[in-house]
């Protein structure tokens, strides 16, 4: 049985950095490529940043471009988004899962896959 469990959601003021990370058993971790996603209230979810699992492919959706990190640790199964810079519109839940990369006219995208979750929530003050 797969599990994902996110941690390390906090309310921190703009400008501020947190460190979500998200711990995965059940299935071969270094197998899949991984990704970061978010939702705001009222909003869809949307894709952060995805990677592979080398880290020779890493692609990052404009929200996050210059101010997010995505890594992983494959000998622990943990996928880890650093953030910084964080402004008042970044407060969202924000969640791994499983990904693929989707490419619409050469440009990457990071696809939602079939595990997910329950995400870690962030906050931002202003």
């Known amino acids: 049985q797969v599990h994902v469990m996110e941690s390390g959601g906090d309310l921190v003021q703009a400008g501020g950095s947190l460190r979500p990370s998200c711990d995965m058993t059940?299935?071969?971790?270094?197998?899949?490529?991984m990704g970061w996603f978010r939702q705001a209230p009222a909003n869809d979810r949307e894709g952060v940043a995805c990677?592979?699992?080398?880290?020779?492919?890493?692609y990052y959706e404009a929200l996050a471009k210059g101010r997010f990190t995505i890594s992983r640790d494959n000998a622990k199964s943990t996928l880890y988004l650093q953030m910084s810079s964080l402004k008042p519109e970044d407060p969202a839940i924000y969640y791994c899962?499983?990904?693929?990369?989707?490419?619409?006219?050469?440009?990457?995208?990071?696809?939602?896959?079939?595990?997910r979750g329950k995400g870690t929530q962030v906050t931002v003050s202003s």
């Open positions: 899962a499983t990904t693929t990369f989707l490419d619409f006219d050469n440009v990457v995208h990071c696809g939602e896959g079939d595990y």
């Open positions: 059940g299935l071969n971790f270094d197998g899949f490529v």
């Open positions: 990677m592979n699992w080398s880290g020779s492919q890493i």
